[in-house]
């Protein structure tokens, strides 16, 4: 059965948002939202990647999600049948929701773990590297990601759902992911209680140390609240956007090759190969030598001087 990609329909809808917040903004409310050069680079990027989407949307569902489909969910008796012998799942609407959550829990461990593997990071950081938050941001993505996203959620099809279901479904949490990159909509009561909203996805773009590393969730924010990873916004903190570690350039080609520069940078400093290794795929900042600390060590400092601070003044 064909169904078509809800993004067909979203891609025009994105440009519209994109000139309406940047019309507003400038007319009415904040005129550093936009800036024109960083919006030419997201643009530019969010072009590129959908050009590239398009055709390795076209490979991955050919080859990976059909080739496992085929594989895994062979025709017996004329029926589509897993391997494991039941029959695979059809297009009732009650599979379209499992699929659909199966999809938001895939999405959740594939986006932290662009956060939490440096070698992922690299291709990651494009969609982070604006100092800006603004719907232009929401189609500043990495082209890199596009090429190994397809393997996070193989197993869907392996166990038996259709490859163009899975792919619709991947549709809707891009367009749910686009509509969260703005700062015009605030708390929305209990909607902040199961979906990933607005502010929620603020404290995801903030560079803040309390927030780095937190809501990874793309439609609802159980997953996060399951794993540890939640966490609300505070009105009383200013927000910081970007990264740590910027391209400091609006060339295209610097944004999305700089970490990987970084890597490459940070593995020559030492001749050991578990480090070397490490620069690749641990976490990022860290270093064999403490000069640069991972988000969690550094929560950890942090939680350290405090807690002797603490002690020190008890004992005065």
Known sequence: MDFTNPLVYGVPCFLGFIALELTYSKVFDNKELYNKRDLISSLSLGIGSAVIAALVKTVSVLLVFRFAYDLFNPIVNGVRTNIMGWESFGYAWYFWAICMLLDDYTYYWFHRQNHMVRFLWAAHIVHHSSDNFNFGTAVRNGW???FYKPFFYVWIIIIGFPPEM???????????????????????????????????HQVHHARNLEYMDKNHGGILNIFDRIFGTWKELDETIPIEYGVSTPPNSFNLFIILTHEYKNIWEDMKKSSNWYHKFMYVFAPPGWSHDGSTLTVKQMRAEIAKNETEAKLETASS
């Open 144 to 146: 890199f990601t596009l």
């Open 166 to 200: 899975l792919m619709v479904c991947l549709g809707f949490e891009s367009l749910w992911q686009f509509q969260l990159h703005t700062q015009y909509v605030k708390k929305l009561g209990i909607l902040d209680k199961f979906l990933n909203t607005h502010t929620m």
